[in-house]
Each structure stands twice: as C-alpha cells, then as structure tokens.
C-alpha cells in the first residue's frame, strides 16, 4: 500500500493499494518520486511457493490514486540469475531516468546490479553490474544497496564482503556506457575494524553524504 500527503506531511490520504499480483508474493516496497511528482514503487516479487525472486517496478500517472502493471527490472546477469531474495533494494530517479539497484544472485555471486529506465519507469530496458567485488555466499547476507542519480553518473553503496572482511564501498557508474566507472571502500584500514555494513547515501545538488554502521574493537558505530 502507499500513502500520500501534499501538505508537508501533515495529514494523509488513505492507503492505495499498489501490488495487484494475483497468485504472487511481495516484499520490500522501495518508492521514488518522478519529476512531475507521480510516485513509482518497486517491489521484490515471487510465485506463491517463495521462489523466481526478482523485482517489479510499477508507476501513477495520477499521483499515487492508481498504479500500472509491474514490469521486470531485474535479472540481467543471465537466465539462471535470481534476486537475493532477504536483501532489500533501492529505487532512485532523476529526470527520465530511473535506477533499479539490488544484489543479484547469479549461483551465488551475489553482487549488487541496476535496472535502468530511460522512459520514466515505463519499462527497463537493460542493466549492468555496479560492483565488481565477485562475492560468493551460499546464503543472503540481508543488506541491500542504496543509491542517486546526478546527471549521467549513478552512485550506489553496498555492503560487500567479496575480500573476505564485511566492508561498505562506493561505486560510480556511466549510465550512458552503463558501465562502472570507479569503485573504492569507503574507508582506509582502520585499527579494530570488524565489519561494516547498510551503507546509505543523499544527495542535495552537488553535495552528497554518506553513512554507514561499523564495529571497531567489537563497539558498535
């Protein structure tokens, strides 16, 4: 369901419904707002059993009062690949474009991807990989990735523990090359360090902030 307010938040409309899916399963609702300020929902997606996880995105064109038909955004990295299927996902917008962004699981490399839009949400087209950490884990790790869009170049963040040590990364990428451009740690080595994780990033212009949770010398930060 989603709600709506367009009064700063100081009352709300009633709840819509927004998964009309039949027989299907949902999780994980993850909502951005178009440029004409029409809301679109992606969601994770399954058969009635729990099983061919992926994500749907579906959209209004009349402010949140009704929604379309989902459509795919996920499974690009090859017809056996599924979503990871306890990790939330982050759907982010600018202009036309929207970004699908998920951890993908590809007989368990579990990096995170994008589905990308160019027509406003109306259908994914193609996506590419945004991590290329290579982790392989037999099991979901239950963190998902978080992202925005500024011009050409999307930025996503993402737990990754593909060197072996549970760490949070940056990466940019050219949706135009649909291609990762650069991709770093958020972080030097920091004395104590044990993990990272749920990384979660903002942008306000060109100013963007970061912020995630570690634990260094077994103390929550």
Request: aromatic residues 10%; proline residues 5%; glycine residues 10%.
């Amino acid at each position: 369901y989603i709600i709506t307010s367009f009064n700063g938040g100081a009352s709300f409309l009633p709840p819509v419904r927004v998964d009309y899916i039949s027989d299907s399963l949902s999780r994980f609702p993850t909502v951005a707002v178009d440029a004409k300020g029409h809301p679109i929902v992606a969601f994770m997606k399954f058969n009635s059993s729990f099983l061919k996880s992926r994500w749907v995105v579906t959209k209004s064109t009349d402010f949140g009062k009704s929604f379309t038909k989902d459509v795919l955004a996920s499974g690009y990295s090859g017809p056996n690949s599924e979503v990871c299927d306890c990790c939330p996902g982050a759907l982010v917008t600018s202009g036309n474009t929207s970004a699908m962004l998920y951890r993908d699981n590809l007989s368990n490399i579990r990096d995170i991807w994008s589905g990308v839009s160019n027509n406003n949400g109306t259908s994914f087209d193609y996506g590419f990989r945004v991590d290329s950490t290579n982790w392989m884990i037999m099991s979901c790790p239950s963190s998902g990735p978080d992202g925005v869009i500024l011009g050409d170049s999307l930025y996503s963040v993402f737990l990754s523990g593909g060197s072996g040590s549970y760490r949070a990364y940056l990466s940019k990428s050219s949706l135009s090359n649909r291609a990762v451009s650069s991709i770093s740690r958020l972080t030097d080595n920091i004395p104590g360090l044990g993990q990272q994780n749920y990384p979660r990033i903002a942008a306000d212009g060109d100013a963007m902030a970061i912020v995630w949770k570690q634990t260094v010398n077994s103390a929550s930060q």
